[in-house]
């Protein structure tokens, strides 16, 4: 249960983002998703309330996912690896659907390198992890 604790805790997180992003931001994404409200000021607050609302609450549930996820792992690598890269995949395909943000070569060269990261660091502790399970039988 731990990747999937762990990536429904990223994806909360980009959720948690964009709905702060709605609820701060210059109107110019709300006029998309609701036309009715750049012409109406009590209407524009409460969609601000609600998006507010949406991100505390995506982010209570991405940090109850978390803690859950990193209970159940032997170790706190494992579920942050996975909530970054499902946070920054998310938060790529978010930014494009809601505020048709591009994803340019930057954005790409740079999700790469996280990913490589993430693999090199997983990889180095699972190495380490076999390396240190070899050791304790030695010494059995």
């Known amino acids: 249960m731990v990747p999937e604790y762990a990536a429904m805790s990223g994806f909360c997180a980009a959720v948690a983002a964009a709905a702060a992003k709605l609820a701060t931001g210059d109107g110019h ?9 750049a012409h109406s000021e009590t209407l524009t607050v409460w969609v601000r309330g609600a998006f507010f609302a949406l991100h505390l609450a995506a982010n209570i ?13 032997p170790s ?16 790529g395909v978010l930014g494009k659907v809601l505020f048709g943000e591009l994803l340019g070569l930057g954005w790409w060269v740079g999700a790469a390198l ?10 180095d502790a ?9 050791q304790h039988v030695k010494t059995e």
């Open 114 to 123: 996280i990913a490589a990261g993430i693999v090199l660091v997983n990889h």
């Open 76 to 91: 706190s690598l494992e579920p942050t690896a996975i909530n970054t890269a499902v946070n920054i995949g998310s938060s």
């Open 61 to 73: 549930a991405m940090w109850l996912l978390f803690t859950r996820a990193l209970a159940a792992a």
């Open 29 to 37: 994404q709300m006029v998309q998703l609701s036309p009715e409200a």
């Open 126 to 134: 699972a190495r380490n992890a076999a390396a240190k399970d070899v």
